[in-house]
C-alpha cells in the first residue's frame, strides 16, 4: 500500500510559480512509475507529467512543456512539480498518482492504483 500525501498548491497571478510535493509513505524508487494530473471543474482529469525508471525518464503533455518539470527526491520519497509561468488554463485540481512495479509511465489513468487527495492550484489574469 502507497499512501500519498500532496502539497504546494495555491493562488497566483499569471506569470507566476509554484512547486508542487507529492510525499510517497514508500516505494520502490527504480521500479515505480509517478505522474502528475489534474481536473479542471468540468473537464477530465488529464496527465500533465510522468517520471518513471528511477527519474530517467519524463513525459510532459504539451500545453506544460518548457514550463513545468518533474523529479523526484529519493531520500525524501518526494516527487515535485515546478510549475512557471503559470496560466490561468492551468487552474485545476492537481493529484499525484504512484503505480509500483512499472516499467513504463504515461498518462493513462488505469495505469496507476495510488493516487492523492490532490491540492488546488488556482491561477488569475
Known amino acids: 500500500q502507497v499512501q500519498l500525501v500532496e502539497s504546494g498548491g495555491g493562488s497566483v497571478q499569471a506569470g507566476g510559480s509554484l512547486r508542487l510535493a507529492c510525499v510517497a509513505s514508500s516505494y520502490g524508487y527504480y521500479s515505480t512509475c509517478m505522474a502528475w494530473f489534474r481536473q479542471a471543474p468540468g473537464k477530465e482529469r488529464e496527465g500533465v507529467a510522468s517520471i518513471w525508471r528511477g527519474g530517467l525518464e519524463t513525459s510532459y503533455v504539451d500545453s506544460v512543456k518548457g514550463r513545468f518539470t518533474i523529479s523526484q527526491d529519493f531520500a525524501k520519497n518526494t516527487m515535485y512539480l515546478q510549475m512557471n509561468n503559470l496560466q490561468p488554463e492551468d487552474t485545476a485540481m492537481y493529484y499525484c498518482?504512484?503505480?509500483?512495479?512499472?516499467?513504463?509511465?504515461?498518462?493513462?489513468?488505469?495505469?496507476?492504483?495510488?493516487w492523492g487527495q490532490g491540492t488546488q492550484v488556482t491561477v488569475s489574469s
Open positions: 498518482a504512484a503505480q509500483p512495479e512499472c516499467l513504463t509511465g504515461g498518462f493513462s489513468r488505469a495505469l496507476y492504483s495510488y
